[in-house]
């Protein structure tokens, strides 16, 4: 059956990385363009197309072998648009020679990939495997050693950055970093099917394709998933902290947004992290304006109760909430105090609601 034929981990991953380069245009449409924005909207792209004809190789080597002439052909401009994504991440400021110099590089090795693909695969019969090309004639002799080499020069520099950037990611975005070793390991998998692929080919050693093919979906996954986590990742876990964080909050953002006498009003339509900084916002407002009627210090735990119960007073010569809690000296320790003080505030609401249930009983 062709259906069969077709490499479904290549076309599904070809699905992410087109979906990957529309979001990230939509996403950036408002932002300045800069050449990591459009290498890395060209490499997606490029790998999605890439990755389709590699997936529907087979259904198409009949057709002048077609498919293995897109993969070759559009992989010179991958690992060029990898390479300038690597040059705009150790360069602050990209040298014009030093970029001008992998633009041209990944062009003539395109241009060589595409030229010899109708002197060496197009008029051939259908070419599953190209161990198999024998005798092994100059054109293709030319494209396999520039299409292995430009790829296993291409991976080592991405190889290179991503372990080199590791060991600083992991102490301020472990998820970043976990990416970086994703996409690592993807590349030195990727160096190792070309190497004993390219040079199996070129000098004439017979080995088993399909045993060392056989993990290049695992490979281009790593590298996919890992640029997807690169994107999506520090975001994704932000908003889920923000969400918990409102969760912990919820309950002391309502008392004191009911108790205040300013215009403070929940933002629920805004994104999760803007809502929890509102929420500190308008509980600092609301712990530094509402007052209570004690003349000690009192603890989080009786301030929770206070709040809870509404005891508060318009007695301009009553301490705030701010300044009946135990002192703070730092940002930090205010934090801190308003997360313990939101803890209470739970505990409070769970023992009414445990109160009532009793009393209904």
Same mark, same amino acid.
């Given at each position: 059956?062709?259906?069969?034929?077709?490499?479904?981990?290549?076309?599904?991953?070809?699905?992410?990385?087109?979906?990957?380069?529309?979001?990230?245009?939509?996403?950036?449409?408002?932002?300045?363009?800069?050449?990591?924005?459009?290498?890395?909207?060209?490499?997606?792209?490029?790998?999605?197309?890439?990755?389709?004809?590699?997936?529907?190789?087979?259904?198409?080597?009949?057709?002048?072998?077609?498919?293995?002439?897109?993969?070759?052909?559009?992989?010179?401009?991958?690992?060029?648009?990898?390479?300038?994504?690597? #040059?705009? +991440?150790? /360069?602050?400021?990209? *040298?014009?020679?030093?970029? $001008? !110099?992998?633009?041209?590089?990944?062009? %003539? @090795?395109?241009?060589?990939?595409?030229?010899?693909?109708?002197?060496?695969?197009?008029?051939?019969?259908?070419?599953?495997?190209?161990?198999?090309?024998?005798?092994?004639?100059?054109?293709?002799?030319?494209?396999?050693?520039?299409?292995?080499?430009?790829?296993?020069?291409?991976?080592?520099?991405? #190889?290179? +950055?991503? /372990?080199?950037?590791? *060991?600083?990611?992991?102490? $301020? !975005?472990?998820?970043?970093?976990?990416? %970086? @070793?994703?996409?690592?390991?993807?590349?030195?998998?990727?160096?190792?099917?070309?190497?004993?692929?390219?040079?199996?080919?070129?000098?004439?050693?017979?080995?088993?394709?399909?045993?060392?093919?056989?993990?290049?979906?695992?490979?281009?996954?790593?590298?996919?998933?890992?640029?997807?986590?690169?994107?999506?990742?520090?975001?994704?876990?932000?908003?889920?902290?923000?969400?918990? !964080?409102?969760?912990?909050?919820?309950? %002391?953002?309502?008392?004191?947004?009911?108790?205040?006498?300013?215009?403070?009003?929940?933002?629920?339509?805004?994104?999760?992290?803007?809502?929890?900084?509102?929420?500190?916002?308008?509980?600092?407002?609301?712990?530094?304006?509402?007052?209570?009627?004690?003349?000690?210090?009192?603890?989080?735990?009786?301030?929770?109760?206070?709040?809870?119960?509404?005891?508060?007073?318009?007695?301009?010569?009553?301490?705030?909430?701010?300044?009946?809690?135990?002192?703070?000296?730092?940002?930090?320790?205010?934090?801190?105090?308003?997360?313990?003080?939101?803890?209470?505030?739970?505990?409070?609401?769970?023992?009414?609601?445990?109160?009532?249930?009793?009393?209904?009983?």
């Amino acid at each position: 059956m062709m259906v069969d034929k077709v490499n479904w981990i290549f076309i599904a991953l070809a699905g992410v990385s087109l979906f990957l380069a529309v979001e990230r245009t939509v996403r950036l449409k408002d932002q300045r363009e800069t050449v990591n924005h459009q290498a890395m909207s060209v490499a997606l792209l490029t790998l999605g197309v890439a990755a389709t004809a590699y997936g529907t190789m087979t259904l198409t080597a009949s057709f002048f072998n077609f498919g293995l002439a897109m993969w070759h052909g559009l992989l010179g401009i991958l690992i060029g648009a990898l390479e300038v994504i690597v #040059l705009t +991440l150790r /360069f602050e400021q990209i *040298p014009q020679v030093t970029l $001008r !110099r992998a633009q041209v590089r990944s062009g %003539l @090795v395109t241009l060589v990939l595409f030229a010899t693909w109708p002197l060496g695969f197009a008029w051939a019969p259908p070419i599953n495997d190209l161990t198999k090309i024998d005798p092994l004639n100059p054109a293709v002799a030319l494209h396999i050693a520039v299409f292995h080499l430009y790829i296993i020069w291409g991976l080592l520099q991405l #190889l290179s +950055l991503s /372990f080199s950037r590791v *060991p600083r990611e992991f102490g $301020r !975005r472990p998820i970043s970093a976990v990416a %970086l @070793v994703m996409v690592g390991l993807g590349c030195a998998g990727f160096i190792w099917v070309n190497v004993v692929l390219g040079g199996s080919v070129l000098i004439g050693v017979h080995q088993d394709v399909a045993s060392i093919r056989a993990p290049t979906g695992i490979f281009l996954s790593l590298c996919v998933g890992g640029a997807a986590l690169l994107g999506f990742g520090e975001r994704a876990w932000a908003a889920i902290v923000a969400r918990y !964080r409102l969760w912990q909050l919820g309950r %002391l953002w309502e008392v004191s947004v009911h108790l205040s006498s300013s215009e403070l009003r929940l933002r629920m339509q805004l994104p999760a992290s803007a809502r929890t900084q509102r929420a500190y916002i308008e509980i600092s407002d609301a712990l530094s304006t509402l007052r209570v009627d004690t003349e000690r210090q009192l603890s989080v735990k009786e301030v929770a109760a206070l709040l809870i119960r509404s005891e508060t007073t318009e007695d301009r010569f009553a301490p705030t909430i701010s300044q009946a809690l135990p002192p703070r000296s730092t940002r930090l320790e205010d934090l801190h105090m308003i997360h313990a003080l939101a803890k209470e505030c739970r505990k409070g609401k769970q023992r009414s609601f445990s109160s009532s249930l009793h009393g209904g009983s």
